[in-house]
């Protein structure tokens, strides 16, 4: 009897230590709230000049939504292996925020060493402003990515099939390398079906400051090569002080090759204007951002502006191939007040304004106006 009982400790004891070296989490993010969106667009012609006022329930308003599963696993000698599948789904009705993908956020396999880490699946890149890897934004922009409808800086996106490595910390100094066979998924024996992404960015992290820098370069493939005949690389330059009573935020990007900025998308924005924007390479030009964080009454109030100078480049049929300007200012404030540990209530709101100049060739301007308010309730689990 005592030889059975020994042996039902060794094997509870085995089980528990593998139940330890193996550690799930289960956790997400519920944010809905109402919001009301003021939009106007002028392009010089009185009868399509478009106004509309718009009051509903919206969701991700403070914190986008979510739900995840991450896991990690020790295998001894400074050896880890670590999973994340997460989805991003619509509060206000239930549905997925990408349809027929269930983990569309992230789902991911890494394996953690001394010699950095190495991270496998669809995740955020550098410049994406969501995932793992959210760096530049993180980093550089008082919001991490805009206030919802004011931002227009150029992001990149989550891509498919992503192999990143992050080297080890150095004195602060951090390194982070991704690369995409296919941005979209698509299969195929020919790399020219995909999308191909490259970037490199190095993170700084000196106490009070932290800085980043960082390269996204995107090798098109030849179906998006109809609408922007130009491969797209971004460079980016920010960081952030914290200075006590207040974190201070600044950023700066340059890009060429864009197909959106400065809230303008060139493809969905002006398809049927009949300037053929399919001839254009895209967009180039530079952004600035300066925001800041302040501790007020036990919350956090966070302000931003935003200002993008650019050109679409050749717009215009290939008979008048020419380039037209753009400009984008936008500024916007958020107060959040946490009600608990993972409970938060918050206020907010923003304007923004975009301008492209002779637009259709005849001396008229296209204009681009936002106004928003919102607030709603954030319960992270």
């Known amino acids: ?22 550690q799930v989490t289960m956790y997400g993010v519920v944010d809905t709230g109402l919001q009301y969106k003021y939009t106007d667009i002028a392009d010089g012609k009185v009868s399509t000049d478009d106004e509309v006022h718009k009051f509903a329930l919206e969701q991700g308003l403070n914190a986008s939504n979510r739900f995840g599963i991450k896991g990690v696993e020790e295998l001894g000698n400074g050896l880890k292996v670590g999973f994340t599948l997460e989805n991003g789904f619509k509060a206000d009705d239930g549905s997925f925020k990408t349809e027929k993908t269930l983990f569309d956020r992230e789902a991911s396999l890494s394996v953690y060493s ?3 880490t190495l991270t496998m699946g669809r995740m955020g890149a550098v410049g994406s402003g ?4 959210d760096l530049v934004y993180l980093f550089g922009d008082a919001f991490d990515g805009g206030d919802n409808g004011v931002l227009g800086f150029v992001t990149s996106s989550r891509a498919d099939n992503m192999v990143t490595y992050q080297t080890p910390k150095f004195a602060g100094v951090q390194g982070t390398f ?4 296919n941005q979209k998924g698509q299969e195929g024996n020919k790399s020219s079906l995909n999308n191909q992404v490259f970037a490199a960015a190095a993170t700084g992290e000196f106490g009070a400051l932290n800085v980043v820098g960082a390269y996204e370069y995107t090798n098109r493939a030849a179906a998006d090569r109809i609408a922007v005949r130009k491969d797209a690389q971004t460079f980016y330059l920010g960081g952030n002080f914290d200075c006590g009573f207040a974190k201070t935020f600044a950023m700066a990007q340059y ?16 398809e049927t204007t009949g300037v053929h924007p399919e001839h254009a390479k895209g967009l180039k030009g530079y952004g600035f951002h300066v925001g800041t964080q302040v501790p007020v009454m036990a919350g956090t109030l966070t302000a931003g502006v935003y200002y993008v100078d ?9 008979g008048d191939v020419k380039d037209v300007d753009v400009a984008y200012i936008g500024g916007a404030a958020r107060y959040v007040y946490p009600l608990s540990k993972r409970t938060a209530v918050y206020v907010g709101g923003g304007v923004a304004q975009s301008t492209v100049d ?3 060739n005849n001396g008229s301007d296209y204009k681009k106006f936002l106004a928003q308010a919102y607030t709603g309730l954030t319960h992270r689990f």
């Open 1 to 22: 009897m005592f030889k059975k009982s020994l042996a039902a400790v060794a094997v509870l004891g085995a089980f528990a230590g593998a139940t330890m070296a193996s």
């Open 114 to 116: 001394d010699f950095g």
């Open 130 to 133: 969501a995932g793992t890897y």
């Open 178 to 181: 991704q690369y995409s066979f």
């Open 255 to 270: 890009f060429e090759g864009a197909s959106a900025a400065a809230g303008f998308d060139i493809n969905d924005e002006f």
């Open 310 to 318: 650019a050109k679409i480049k050749d717009y215009y049929d290939v």
């Open 358 to 360: 002779n637009w259709n």
